[in-house]
C-alpha cells in the first residue's frame, strides 16, 4: 500500500528525498577490524573472497568449500544458497596492509584480493621452481639464483624484439626482461631430444598477472625455415620432464645444424580478436 500526503505528493517519495538530503554532507566515516579471522572461511580458514554463501541458519561458506560441499551446509546440513550481500559489500570496503609488510611491502590492498596480490608482491618469498631444489627467495633474486645454479646460458630480451638464443639438448637457457619498471618477466627455454626430433619449450617463472606469447624460428643452413607461436605458460615448478602442450618440434633432420631465435611479447586486447 502506497500513502499520499494531504496535498497529494507520494509521501513515500518524500521520505527518500528527506533520506537523501540527510545523508549529504555527512562525513565518511571509517573503523578498525582487530581480528581479521573473523572474515575468514570458517571451514578452510582462507580469506573470503566474493561470492559468500549461506544457509537459512547464516552459517557461510566460501565459493571453493560450497562445491567440495556440494551446497550443503557442514554445520547444520541445510542447502547453502542465499548470497550474504552485506559481508561481501564489507569485503568491497575493506583495505588492509599487504602480509609482507614486515619485509618491506607497503602496498594497501582490497582484502579480498590478498592472494592475489601476494602471488605478484616482490616482497613474496618463493620456493625455487626448478627441481630438487630447496632454495627460499625473494622474486627479484631468483634470475641471480637461477644462472648460479640451473641455467648453462642467459640473455636480456626486450619484448617484441627477437634474440638469438643456443639452446643444447638437456640444457635450459633463461632470459630475463630488460626493463626500468619493476622486476621484469623470467622466461627458461628447455632442450629436449626425441627419437622423432628435439623439442623446444619455453615456460615463463615470474609472479606477474600479464598473458605472454613467443615466437620460436629456426634458420637451417640449407636455407630451411620454421615458426611456431604460442602462449606462455606461467608455472610454479620447472621439471627436467617432456612438455605435453606449448612446445615446439624440430625433426631429426634438421639438427643440431641450424640459427634459433626467440621473440617474446605481451598480449593485448586486440591480439585476443
Request: include cysteine.
Amino acid at each position: 500500500m502506497v500513502g499520499f500526503s494531504e496535498d497529494g505528493n507520494n509521501s513515500t517519495s518524500q521520505k527518500r528525498q528527506r533520506t537523501s538530503r540527510d545523508t549529504k554532507g555527512k562525513k565518511k566515516r571509517t573503523a578498525t577490524l582487530h581480528d581479521l579471522d573473523a572474515i575468514e572461511c570458517p571451514l578452510c580458514f582462507d580469506p573470503l573472497t566474493i561470492p559468500i554463501f549461506q544457509c537459512d541458519n547464516g552459517h557461510i561458506a566460501c565459493f571453493t568449500c560450497l562445491h567440495k560441499l556440494k551446497q550443503k551446509c557442514a554445520t547444520c546440513s541445510l542447502k547453502t544458497r542465499s548470497r550474504n550481500r552485506a559481508l561481501e559489500r564489507v569485503l568491497e570496503l575493506l583495505r588492509v596492509p599487504c602480509p609482507n609488510v614486515e619485509l618491506g611491502c607497503s602496498e594497501i590492498i582490497s582484502f579480498s584480493e590478498t592472494s592475489t596480490h601476494l602471488e605478484i608482491c616482490a616482497f613474496t618469498q618463493r620456493a625455487c621452481p626448478f627441481s630438487s631444489c630447496d632454495f627460499v627467495c625473494f622474486n627479484k633474486d631468483l634470475y641471480e639464483h637461477s644462472i648460479a645454479k640451473h641455467c648453462e646460458s642467459s640473455y636480456m630480451f626486450e619484448c617484441g624484439k627477437p634474440v638469438f638464443i643456443y639452446p643444447m639438448s638437456g640444457k635450459r637457457v633463461i632470459l630475463k626482461e630488460q626493463t626500468t619498471e619493476g622486476e621484469g618477466e623470467i622466461v627458461i627455454v628447455e632442450c629436449f631430444d626425441t627419437p622423432q626430433g628435439r623439442i623446444f619449450y619455453a615456460s615463463c617463472i615470474g609472479p606477474g598477472e600479464e598473458e605472454l606469447s613467443y615466437t620460436f624460428k629456426l634458420f637451417s643452413s640449407c636455407s630451411d625455415r620454421l615458426w611456431f607461436e604460442s602462449d606462455l605458460n606461467r608455472v610454479r615448478q620447472v621439471s627436467n620432464e617432456l612438455p605435453d602442450e606449448h612446445f615446439m618440434l624440430i625433426p631429426s633432420c634438421m639438427c643440431p645444424d641450424y640459427k634459433f631465435y626467440i621473440c617474446i611479447n605481451r598480449q593485448t586486447e586486440e591480439d585476443d580478436e
